[in-house]
């Protein structure tokens, strides 16, 4: 079975079953969709937050517990094929490594199997948690909750389901956006403390970025706004007027 093939099986018959609360590796999800689900939960009154960021994600996945999800789930031509692949040995400075931890990205399935591996996580959050929501682009992890006390019992949990799960994490504490940022994608969200409204906005460092990298030529700089447009997944939104670079590309709240 060529990869191709076995993309296409993984198409079929494990996307259905990923949550919708994971927006990275999957046809028609992007950034975008993540930011305008953060803005729908911070809408009804969720407005502390808590950052998790996973270390090492690809490098310390279990694949017998990607293996264990995938039964029952894909046939077993393609069940055999996906085991093959994240079983792989691996040459190492001439030395032959088949007992490794993780799982190779090289492979176009490598994505797609980060996601079956956190399905129990995503499942969990997935189930009813009324007093907070989580939304996670692959091992970026942002939970939303109703209070500072909730948001801290949400961290907990979390932090329990990665231990079991065998990966480490890197946390901060809980954030009032009412009155701070948090970062998150690349983008800053708060609530603005004059308007009352929810933020979304590029970090300056996005933003210096882009000020870097433009010049006089007014083609090029098009080039770089669509660019920028379709990396954050604006590509199926009209973008606002004239806009340049250089300005505070403020796109969050004019696209949802």
Known sequence: MTQRDLLKVIEEQIYPTLRDNNY???????????FREIARIVGDDHNWAVKIDIVDFFGSLDKKE??????????????????????AY?????????DYKGIPQGYNISPILSNVSMHSFDDYWSDNQDHAKMV???????????GRKKAMRSLRTSRQLLREMGLRYICDDSIDLRRNRIEYLGFQHYIDQSTGKFEQIPTEENIQRLMEMEGNDAAENERLKQI???????????LPGPLTISQDLQLGNDHR
């Open 136 to 146: 996670r682009y692959s091992d970026d992890i942002l939970i939303l909750a109703k």
């Open 66 to 87: 990607i293996l264990k999800n995938l039964q029952g789930r894909v046939d077993d031509d393609a069940y055999e094929a996906i085991e093959g692949i994240i079983n």
């Open 24 to 34: 990275a590796y999957e046809k028609g999800k992007s950034p975008h969709m993540c």
């Open 90 to 98: 691996l040459i190492i400075d001439g030395e032959l490594i088949t």
């Open 228 to 238: 920028y447009a379709y990396y954050y997944g604006y590509n199926s939104f009209e």
